[in-house]
């Protein structure tokens, strides 16, 4: 059997795990500071444990994923510092001297549900996490959905219903995209207080499900997936998933058959599992 | 060289064609009436003309797409009365003991346009035809993109600019849904007259140009195509496509590059020959 590295690579955070599957991960986390210092330290986890056939990297993004540009493995037009241009499979590659899969942290978790998870052996998934943005990963016909770049399906723009929510949203590219609706903070700015202190009858739920289910609606209409999990920060909050579904009912209204909506399974694990099942997807060719 | 035979199935007509590809098609067109009748006039001009190698069925929906389906091949819950619950698949292979193969008209335009079109040898294309309805075909990493279903593209829902547009929209099922705003049926009862007889300097078509371009900035966040094509009746009365460009760019505001956005270059024959791709891809396994 296999083992093989991950390296779930965020903002705030690196997280790097060793393992074949979930029941024999070996994790750690490494705050996320300059590139070196950072790939430094997660190249010292790996050698400093078993030995791995393949690393997957689940990365923040935006990311260049088109292994036929010249800048395949990069992180590109982040607005965090030194890690906007990097070349973060390159140096990995370098350092480790081992075969190197490259996603996004969304799309990887996609993956990890749908081979360990809530979509377990399930090829066509939406993957959505709400949290202090909202992102989106899919898996259609069994492959992760990019092309020209990634899917940002947390930019989609929804309906914005002003008379009862004349907050103008966060995002600060589009305003009231899902994204400047829906996410954490965007919770936090309109209500000016975090969505964990909200108490579950807070009107801001109802809002929230709502955009949710718009959002979902949209996604469901595009991808047609078989089975929708929507996991983060702002799902544990709140018993979201029966008003989500209620309004996803209403919303399509019986065009057509609903996908079962579900949260994740492998919580915060889900990125680094992600990894692991990008880097044994590689090796399987 | 295969030849190959291709049904377009649709609501008012059934186009049926033979070719290895565009230049050397034959087709013939048959009024939609029964199953039966439009079915053995179908078989009928296939027996007449040169054998074909496989058929490719590009139908209208909704349709069951999965072969572990027990209806796998069927028409399914359309309001076309006889047409509801009916075996296409399973007819013309009884009655021409090829190989069919099967998919919805926007999915199979989209693999014409990737194979002989607008979009030929690029496996990230998004097709959408505004007609009097929207509908969304996407080739996503060269396969065609369902699921659970099927996508159902213009039923999603986009922001409603109710300041400048009242219109309550004309979509049985969800009202102001993209196709409910943006069909040409829509533009019709919205200003009592039919799309193609507006003006170029009417207001409608600023109106039209921005519901397309949120339609399309959803798209694009979901599915990352590499190309964009709009096609349809409504698309040939307005100089619509660089208003929809100036809209996207509104809209998605320099947070991610834009595809190309263009017409398809098949016109009427992009269902007949997607049907004709759908065949040939089946036999290429």
Aim: glycine share 12%; net charge negative; charged share 20%.
């Amino acid at each position: 059997m296999s083992t093989f590295g991950a390296i779930e690579a965020g903002g705030t955070k690196f997280v790097c795990g060793i393992a074949s599957g979930p029941e024999d991960l070996i994790r750690t986390t490494i705050p996320t500071t300059t590139p070196e210092e950072t790939m430094c330290r997660a190249v010292r986890f790996f050698r400093e444990h078993a030995p791995v056939d393949a690393i997957g990297i689940a990365s923040f993004g935006p990311v260049d994923l088109d292994p036929r540009s010249a800048t395949f493995g990069y992180i590109t037009s982040t607005p965090k510092g030194a890690w906007a241009n990097y070349n973060i499979v390159g140096s990995a590659r370098e350092a480790m001297q081992l075969p190197i899969a490259f996603e996004t942290d969304v799309n990887a978790a996609a993956l990890a549900e749908s081979r360990w998870g809530a979509a377990r052996g399930v090829d066509d998934v939406l993957y959505l996490t709400v949290g202090t943005g909202i992102g989106g990963g899919a898996l259609a016909g069994g492959r992760l959905v990019h092309g020209l770049a990634h899917p940002e399906m947390g930019h989609i723009r929804v309906p914005h219903e002003l008379a009862e929510d004349p907050f103008p949203g966060v995002c600060p590219f589009h305003g009231d995209c899902l994204e400047g609706l829906a996410s954490g903070p965007a919770m936090e700015r309109r209500w000016r207080v975090k969505a964990e202190e909200l108490p579950p009858d807070h009107p801001a739920w109802k809002l929230e499900a709502r955009y949710l289910a718009l959002g979902v609606a949209n996604f469901i209409c595009t991808l047609s997936p078989k089975k929708v999990l929507v996991g983060g920060g702002v799902l544990q909050h709140a018993d979201l998933f029966p008003m989500i579904r209620v309004n996803l009912q209403e919303i399509l209204n019986g065009y057509l058959k609903l996908p079962e909506v579900l949260p994740p399974l492998l919580g915060s694990n889900s990125g680094v599992l992600g990894g692991i099942a990008l880097a044994e997807r590689l090796l399987a060719g």
